[in-house]
């Protein structure tokens, strides 16, 4: 028992010791060093992240705050926010793939590249 809770107390420890942030058209938390946190990205709580329903950053993997004994109600259902890319085709239309990266573009579209 003592060792599931000084487990527990490292993940927390551990978890509060990052600093996380939201785009502000994001949909993901990210840590300071993702290629996603622009200069206009605020920093956020955990608690913060979990009340706007924010799912951790697949490029930079921050904590996740499940883990801390938190829950969205978008990640308690199992859901990931995805969206229509914001990329045009070469035929003019827009794009049809979903994607949940936090700046609205797929893996073909994405300007970051």
Same mark, same amino acid.
């Given at each position: 028992?003592?060792?599931? /809770? /000084?487990?527990? +107390? ?13 785009? %502000?058209? #994001?949909?993901?938390?990210? +840590?300071? *060093?993702?290629?996603?946190?622009? !200069? ?7 608690? $913060?992240?979990?009340? /706007? @329903? +924010?799912? %951790?950053?697949?490029?930079?993997? %921050?904590?996740?705050?499940?883990? /801390? #004994?938190?829950? *969205? *109600?978008?990640?308690?259902? #199992?859901?990931?926010?995805?969206? $229509?890319?914001? #990329?045009?085709?070469?035929? @003019? ?10 700046? @609205?573009?797929?893996? $073909?579209? !994405? %300007?970051?590249?």
């Amino acid at each position: 028992m003592k060792k599931y /809770l /000084l487990y527990f +107390l490292f993940i927390a420890v551990a978890a509060t010791a990052q600093r996380i942030y939201k785009t %502000p058209s #994001g949909s993901k938390y990210h +840590l300071g *060093s993702c290629r996603m946190v622009e !200069n206009v990205s605020e920093e956020i709580s955990y608690q $913060q992240a979990a009340e /706007l @329903g +924010l799912v %951790p950053c697949k490029i930079c993997k %921050p904590t996740k705050y499940q883990s /801390l #004994g938190l829950t *969205s *109600s978008n990640t308690a259902r #199992g859901h990931d926010v995805t969206v $229509q890319c914001k #990329g045009i085709t070469k035929k @003019g239309t827009r794009c049809k793939h979903m994607t949940s990266i936090a700046n @609205g573009y797929c893996f $073909q579209h !994405n %300007p970051d590249k």
